[in-house]
Every structure is written in structure tokens, then in C-alpha cells.
């Protein structure tokens, strides 16, 4: 998946699907747009459904999955098809279908079409941040088969690796400097529920990729 992605000019996603089998080009919503022009030529654009990328694409039901995160962050350029208006998302913004631009939110972000090498020149504070928010976020995300809660983030654990000139030497994205800061995890709930991996795929006790759930990350 990590090749597919990262080799693709632009993905397509159908964010406002609600499963595989639906369409993502019916709209329930229909824009409608004006144009005023004054005496120097100036135009600007009114429109009766504004953008919304926080609900349409960030807090859309698609983006609650594993297999979604890696999608995005390995994509080079996306086109998001939502429920009202279409989003372009590349390494300069958002552009959304009624002209508004969306500039960067945070230095480190989804927007970045050489994920993730920007943590080259990032410094080791931002790095850590980064690696945090990223595998608090990745863990309280849904999966149809909790087995696959490892490999579905190798994609992104490869390209973090190699970008950072390091080894995943422990395996489970626990990086050579980051294994210490990645015992720091807590169960979000008392139920720690073990995920039965197959022969040969066991996770070790101490990784948080070893239960179901999300967990806290805590900052030292």
C-alpha cells in the first residue's frame, strides 16, 4: 500500500461514502453561487453552502479508519469527494469547491507530498511530537480485524524509518530513539483485552499495539 499510494499522482476518496458498495457523486446539497464584480474589477464569490473541511473530511466516518490515516498521509495530492462540496488537499492548502483556501494548520501536518521527510529538519522536539500525536491518534481509530493493527501502519512506520535514517530495530513503530518514550503508554479503560496475533506475529506485552483500544500518550 505504502508504493500505491506514494506513486499516485492524486488519490481519489470517496469521503462521503458510507461503505464500499455506495456512490460518492449524489449530492444531498446543491450549491449556489454569485458573483459581484465592482467598479475596479474585483470579484467576489458568495455562495449558499460554505466550506466545512473539519466536518466534511476530518470528521468524517471514512476518516475513523486505520487504513484511511496511512491513505492520506502517503498520498502525494487528494481530491476528497464530501457530502456538499469537493476539497483538493496537496503540500500548499486545502482548496475547497467554493474558491476558499485553506493554508496549513501545523508545521507538521497531512499536507506534505514527501511524507514524512520533513522531520529531516524538523528537530528532535517537533519529531517527538510528531511520532506522539501520530500513534495516539492511529491507535483510537477503528479496525474491521484488530489483528491487523500492526501491519496496517507499516506503510508509514517504513517511510518514518528511512526518512529519519533509523531502524523500527524493536519493531511495532517503536524507533531505535523513540523506544523509551514508547513504553509511556496507558490503557484508556481497566480492560486490558489482549489481541490474539497468529504464529509468528505476536506482539510483545509492552507495546501498546498488543491490546484493543486507544491510549493517552504522556509527555516527559
Not at 54 to 74: H, I, S
Not at 100 to 105: E, I
Not at 169 to 198: C, E, N, P, V
Request: net charge neutral; glycine share 6%; aromatic share 12%.
Amino acid at each position: 500500500m505504502e508504493d500505491v499510494y506514494t506513486s499516485a499522482y492524486c488519490t481519489l476518496a470517496a469521503i462521503s461514502a458510507v461503505n464500499s458498495s455506495s456512490g460518492f457523486l449524489e449530492r444531498t446539497i446543491n450549491s449556489e453561487y454569485i458573483c459581484v464584480q465592482d467598479d475596479s474589477g474585483r470579484r467576489v464569490y458568495v455562495c449558499t453552502n460554505t466550506a466545512d473541511f473539519d466536518t466534511d473530511v476530518e470528521g468524517a466516518q471514512r476518516n475513523t479508519r486505520v487504513w484511511v490515516m496511512q491513505e492520506r498521509f502517503l498520498s502525494c495530492r487528494t481530491i476528497h469527494f464530501g457530502a456538499h462540496q469537493a476539497y483538493w488537499e496537496c503540500g500548499e492548502g486545502v482548496y475547497c469547491e467554493d474558491l476558499t483556501r485553506l493554508t496549513r494548520r501545523t508545521i507538521i501536518s497531512k499536507l506534505d507530498p514527501k511524507f514524512p521527510y520533513h522531520l529531516q529538519h524538523s528537530g528532535v522536539r517537533s519529531t517527538i511530537h510528531f511520532l506522539q500525536s501520530l500513534l495516539e491518534d492511529y491507535s483510537k481509530r477503528g479496525l474491521s480485524s484488530p489483528t491487523n493493527r500492526a501491519v496496517a501502519l507499516s506503510g508509514l512506520a517504513a517511510r518514518i524509518a528511512t526518512a529519519l535514517q533509523c531502524k523500527d530495530a524493536y519493531g511495532y513503530s517503536a524507533f531505535g530513539f523513540y523506544l523509551h518514550r514508547s513504553l509511556l503508554w496507558q490503557r484508556t479503560d481497566l480492560q486490558k483485552k489482549r489481541i490474539q496475533y497468529g504464529t509468528g506475529k505476536e506482539v510483545p506485552s509492552w507495546s501498546w499495539m498488543a491490546y484493543e483500544g486507544g491510549y493517552p500518550v504522556h509527555s516527559i
